[in-house]
């Protein structure tokens, strides 16, 4: 494939999308990590718990960053559409939470890694599921 076979693969909407969504789940990963850190180490909470805080609260930050950034092109941007864009990603991700929850505890329980990593894994994991029925769903692109 030459040059030009390249960028029109790369610079293809859903590629793009993909990447910047993989981009808002890193940094939200990390934001997420280290809340969680926060909350076990110094909050002394259960880490399934403390993980639950955490992943709410990345929930809020990475419709943020996806509705301003990642799917700009079919942003939410009066008030009312914007809060229908945040109850459907809530419900997506939400429903995400479970799957993440179990995956994090399988990890640590059954293949004994230490949390922090276990939830690197869990989030990537679930964050295929939750690309897919975001951009489908909360943002409706097909």
Do not use: C, K
């Amino acid at each position: 494939m030459g040059d030009s076979g390249y960028r029109s693969v790369t610079n293809h909407p859903t590629v793009v999308r993909l990447y910047r969504f993989v981009v808002v789940g890193a940094s939200a990963a990390l934001v997420q990590s280290a809340v969680l850190w926060l909350l076990v180490e110094l909050g002394g909470l259960n880490y399934l718990v403390a993980a639950t805080i955490a992943i709410e609260l990345t929930i809020i930050l990475q419709f943020v960053a996806n509705n301003a950034w990642t799917f700009q092109h079919a942003s939410y941007s009066d008030r009312s559409d914007y809060l229908v864009g945040l109850l459907r990603t809530n419900v997506v991700r939400g429903s995400a939470i479970p799957i993440q929850l179990a995956l994090l505890w399988a990890f640590v329980n059954w293949a004994g890694l230490v949390y922090l990593l276990a939830n690197g894994f869990a989030i990537f994991i679930s964050g295929l599921y939750r690309y897919y029925l975001d951009s489908r769903w909360t943002w409706q692109i097909a």
